[in-house]
Structures are given as C-alpha cells and as structure tokens.
T-cell receptor
C-alpha cells in the first residue's frame, strides 16, 4: 500500500523568501512521485515528477524537488516566492508510473504568500 | 496538447435527481480515465478507473450504483451521480491517461456539484 503525508496544511512565507513544502511517502516498491498545484476552483497542474531518472527534479515556475530515499521524502522548494505561487499544492505517489493507475494524494498544503 | 475538459463546470440540482458529468480528452485518445472526488479543503480521493469499452473499477467504499461511470469512447467518459443527495455535493475531477509511456495523467478543470 502507498501513502503520502504532507506536513503542514498551511505554509506562509514572505514574497521573495524560500518556499519549502514537505512530502513524505510510503511505498512498497520504488515510487513515482508528483507535485501538483491547484488554483481555486480549478483542476490540477503538474509541477514536476520523479521517475527515478534523477533525484533532483526541476519543474515549472521555478520549483524543484529532491527525492531522498533514505528519508522517504520528496520536498518541494522554490528559492524565491512570488505572489502568484499562492495556491494549494498536492504531493502524490504511484507505484506503477502514475499513468495507468490512480494516484494517491496527500492532503495538500495551502501556500500563502505575504507581501 | 493533452487537454482534458469537463462539462459542466458547475451544476446545482435538487435532491433525488441524477446528474451527468462529462470528461473529454480533446487532443488525444485516452486509454484510461480516472474519476476523483475532492471535498472542501481536502485531498483528492480516487473513486474509479475506467477503460474504454469495459466496466469501471471502483475503489473500496464507492457505491457503484450511485456513481455510474461509462467510458464509451477513447475520448469520453461520463460520471452519473444517481439520486443525488446533499452529501454528494463535492468537486469532481477527472483525469486521462493516453498511454505511449508518458506515465502522466492529465487533469480536467473539475465540476462543482451542489445538491440542494
């Protein structure tokens, strides 16, 4: 069975500050990991995904995430927050690649950007 | 490319009525489509997986007779909420997988269902 834990339902940072959103996973096999962003009343947009090619994954909008097997973590970071980054962020895991099987999502982290 | 649409984007209905939500892959053929449900300020929960031409596979705890899923073609899947009740009010999101080793699901914009 697979699961995802996102620490912190709400994270608040100042504009220009570092963004760090935490995600820990549980998986019985090498996982595929994803970060999605959701703006109000919209669907999900893929930020980045880990598919075992490289442990440091760069995504869109300046985000990146590092896969750490020893810590079973896949934290999302961005060096400098922008007001437009305010949204809900979801970490998700798949044991089969994330395409042909449903994803297991974390509970989400609401990112608040302070001016 | 890889655009998924949902219709309607929002719907309000009376308790006891049925509502149909469409999910379409606009520029690709989807071998598999998924339906998720999202409660306010909560995560997405997978409801069911549908493959074109075959019966949907429902997750544990999801009522098959209440949430009817039809995947009639490679570009269309429908979710019908039958005899809707206020507790069915939620945000329903579909996603589509086009195969070809992309290992990625493309999500629709979601449908907000409110049952009065």
């Amino acid at each position: 069975a697979q699961s995802v834990t996102q620490l912190g339902s709400h994270v608040s940072v100042s504009e220009g500050a570092l963004v760090l959103l935490r995600c820990n996973y549980s998986s019985s096999v090498p996982p595929y990991l994803f970060w999605y962003v959701q703006y109000p009343n919209q669907g999900l947009q893929l930020l980045l995904k880990y598919t075992s090619a490289a442990t440091l994954v760069k995504g869109i909008n300046g985000f990146e995430a590092e896969f750490k097997k020893s810590e079973t973590s896949f934290h999302l970071t961005k060096p400098s927050a922008h007001m437009s980054d305010a949204a809900e962020y979801f970490c998700a895991v798949s044991e089969t690649g994330g395409g042909a099987d449903g994803l297991t999502f974390g509970k989400g982290t609401h990112l608040i950007i302070q001016p | 490319g890889a655009v998924v649409s949902q219709h309607p984007s929002w719907v309000i209905c009376k308790s006891g009525t049925s509502v149909k939500i469409e999910c379409r892959s606009l520029d690709f053929q989807a071998t598999t489509m998924f339906w998720y449900r999202q409660f306010p300020k909560q995560s997405l929960m997978l409801m069911a997986t549908s493959n074109e031409g075959s019966k949907a596979t429902y997750e544990q705890g999801v009522e098959k007779d209440k949430f009817l899923i039809n995947h009639a073609s490679l570009t269309l899947s429908t979710l019908t909420v039958t005899s809707a009740h206020p507790e069915d009010s939620s945000f329903y999101i579909c996603s589509a997988y086009r195969g070809l080793g992309t290992n990625e699901q493309f999500f629709g914009p979601g449908t907000r269902l409110t049952v009065l």
